[in-house]
């Protein structure tokens, strides 16, 4: 019985350590969740910001060539020629400007996928790890269950065998006090008969 108990309070402290375990597996799971919201929050706000980026730079694109084609027409104004050349000039500066600006976003959006994958992939981790726990304390507290249920029947049938014992004892001693009385009695009435036989 001491080994039942031994048992039950091994089965007890394992299940609470999966337990614990579980809630642990559970959190981190949600503050990666969590952190996987705001990579994919990131993410659309730079496809975002790409896409008007690449809007600006068609924009751009047609101003410099409008500026040029200018330019080319006024080549015989020279005051008028040089302000469009300057003009040109700052358009392109603009236009170089923006393009590295747009290759920088395209990096980044790359390097958050990047990390949105890895932060996914370890999100499923722990998700499998988390089953695993829930599935192992679920294992736990069915034997403790069972364990529980085959110590309540022992213990039931100790008590069944103590009172069935208990039982015997009783009828056999009245049996036994019986007989005595029984015999006392026809002793005495021996004793009695004994002077009219003679």
């Known amino acids: 019985m001491d080994a039942i108990k031994k048992r039950m ?22 503050s990666l969740e969590q952190e ?30 409008d500026a040029k ?21 700052l358009l392109e500066e603009e236009a170089e ?12 959006l790359r390097q ?11 999100v499923q981790a722990l998700e499998a ?5 829930e599935t192992k304390y679920e294992d736990m507290a069915k034997k403790y269950a069972d364990t529980k249920k085959e ?8 008590v069944t065998f103590s009172s069935t014992e208990t039982a015997s004892f009783g009828k056999a001693s009245g049996k036994a006090a019986k007989g005595g009385v029984q015999k006392a009695v026809g002793v005495a009435s021996s004793g009695a008969q004994s002077p009219r036989l003679v």
């Open 112 to 122: 958050t996928d990047v990390k949105a994958g890895h932060y996914e992939r370890k």
């Open 36 to 65: 996987n919201l705001q990579k994919e929050q990131e993410i659309t706000s730079l496809a975002h910001k790409n896409s008007i980026l690449e809007t600006e730079v068609e924009k751009l694109e047609g101003l410099h060539k």
């Open 151 to 158: 110590l309540d029947d022992f213990v039931a049938e100790i």
């Open 97 to 108: 400007e923006n393009d590295k600006n747009l290759r920088e976003t395209n990096e980044k």
């Open 9 to 30: 309070t091994a089965l007890r402290l394992e299940a609470d350590e999966s337990a614990a375990k579980n809630e642990d597996q559970a959190a981190k799971l949600k």
């Open 69 to 89: 084609s200018a330019a080319d027409e006024s080549a015989q104004h020279g005051t008028q020629n040089e302000g469009l050349q300057r003009r040109l000039q």
């Open 129 to 133: 790890a988390r089953d695993q726990w």
